[in-house]
């Protein structure tokens, strides 16, 4: 039975795309040191991430832009992405396995797991595939913006950032849909 897991990456986050990720691994190639993203360091992500490419039976991306979330909502955003990660597979799973509490409305045998990132292979691939991806991403958007420190915070609000927000206005690249940077539109506004 092959499985996939999905997992994305930054919903959270006040700029940038939401990316996902969906990895069908190989039993006959097993991953040592496979675990949620966010428990592992930026170097063992990035080692993983090769490994997962190199090894999975298939693997596969999917985002939302920033004017997609703006216009649909971060979760329905979010369920797109999942969805063009699993349209993007080379093999079509039997079972998908979605990390979190509920699953988008597709054509697949799914179920939601809480926890799943930390606690299911095939998820964790792909929490670490779409971290690694991401992050590069806010990296090179970083060297575009540098005025807001995407390098260090990947989007998320951290008191730089919303520092930021306030004294330079919104980038192309800012959900304007998310209340802190609606905000800072607002007061840069007055």
């Given at each position: 039975?092959?499985?996939?897991?999905?997992?994305?990456?930054g919903?959270?986050?006040?700029?940038?795309?939401?990316?996902?990720?969906?990895?069908?691994?190989?039993?006959?190639?097993?991953?040592?040191?496979?675990?949620?993203?966010?428990?592992?360091?930026?170097?063992?992500?990035?080692?993983?991430?090769?490994?997962?490419?190199?090894?999975?039976?298939?693997?596969?991306?999917?985002?939302a832009?920033?004017a997609?979330i703006?216009?649909?909502?971060?979760?329905?955003?979010?369920?797109?992405?999942?969805?063009?990660?699993?349209?993007?597979?080379?093999?079509?799973?039997?079972?998908?396995?979605?990390?979190?509490?509920?699953?988008?409305?597709?054509?697949?045998?799914?179920e939601?797991?809480?926890?799943g990132?930390?606690?299911?292979?095939?998820?964790?691939?792909?929490?670490?595939?779409a971290?690694?991806?991401?992050?590069?991403?806010?990296?090179a958007?970083?060297?575009?913006?540098?005025q807001?420190?995407?390098?260090?915070?990947?989007?998320?609000?951290t008191a730089?950032?919303?520092?930021?927000?306030?004294?330079?206005g919104?980038?192309?690249?800012?959900?304007?849909s998310?209340a802190?940077?609606?905000?800072?539109?607002?007061?840069s506004?007055?």
């Open positions: 039975m092959l499985v996939a897991g999905v997992d994305e990456v919903r959270g986050p006040l700029a940038g795309a939401v990316v996902a990720a969906a990895v069908i691994l190989d039993p006959q190639q097993p991953i040592a040191g496979l675990n949620d993203s966010k428990k592992l360091s930026a170097r063992r992500r990035e080692q993983l991430a090769i490994e997962i490419r190199a090894k999975a039976l298939a693997w596969s991306l999917g985002r832009e920033v997609e703006d216009s649909i909502n971060i979760l329905q955003a979010t369920f797109l992405a999942m969805q063009r990660a699993l349209e993007g597979l080379l093999l079509q799973p039997d079972l998908v396995k979605i990390d979190g509490n509920r699953c988008p409305k597709l054509p697949y045998n799914m939601a797991i809480i926890g990132d930390a606690t299911v292979a095939e998820i964790s691939a792909a929490s670490i595939l971290k690694v991806v991401r992050d590069e991403e806010m990296l958007m970083d060297a575009l913006y540098p807001y420190g995407f390098a260090r915070h990947k989007g998320y609000g730089e950032h919303l520092a930021a927000l306030r004294e330079q919104a980038s192309p690249i800012h959900r304007r998310f802190p940077v609606k905000k800072a539109l607002a007061s506004a007055d």
